[in-house]
């Protein structure tokens, strides 16, 4: 598999089946060693929350921009999740030239958490219209297919395997549903 399917300073964890890890070098640059309630207000409640992670809005203090925040714990039942959250993050960091997957700014760290700060959706996800009333007409599902299909070309290019491709991981940019449509949630992703 080349190198050149990841960023630079990102590369296939050989130690570990499947995961991509970042250098040192890299890891400084993106990052910060602080609360992220240092920079953003942070909205007590999730407005998704998944196994291990809970997504919240979050707004940069100085510049009033919303983002979503997604706080995951760095142990889990006494194992170190540290690599596996690192994982998610050069993943996102290789598909940062994509339009068809969310983006990420920033990452806090803290002893207990990391949060990695990302494009807010903020149309949500797209299972809120597949259990909408009307459901999806029919030239909307075609766009929606197109996108999907968009980001895993873009992923398996890169020998990325999302695995968990569901409704409440495709998100809606805006609230239209004509909008583009966005992948996210790479913590059970490998490369293959």
Do not use: W
């Amino acid at each position: 598999m080349s190198k050149s399917n990841f960023k630079d300073g990102i590369e296939i964890n050989e130690n570990q089946n499947g995961l991509l890890k970042v250098n040192e070098d890299v890891l400084a640059t993106i990052i910060k060693n602080e609360t992220i309630t240092n920079v953003y207000d942070v909205e007590d409640t999730p407005f998704a929350r998944g196994k291990f992670a809970a997504v919240r809005r979050c707004t940069h203090k100085a510049t009033g921009v919303a983002y979503a925040a997604k706080c995951i714990r760095k142990r889990r039942r006494l194992q170190d999740q540290r690599s596996d959250i690192l994982h998610e993050v050069a993943v996102l960091l290789t598909a940062s030239t994509s339009d068809r997957i969310v983006r990420l700014y920033e990452v806090y760290e803290t002893h207990n958490e990391m949060a990695i700060v990302l494009e807010l959706a903020k149309g949500g996800e797209l299972q809120r219209l597949v259990e909408a009333e009307d459901g999806l007409e029919e030239a909307h599902a075609v766009q929606v297919m197109r996108h999907i299909l968009e980001a895993l070309v873009f992923l398996h290019s890169r020998n990325i395997a999302h695995l968990d491709l569901k409704p409440q991981n495709i998100l809606l940019s805006t609230d239209d549903p004509d909008t583009d449509i966005k992948l996210c949630d790479f913590g059970i992703s490998r490369v293959v």
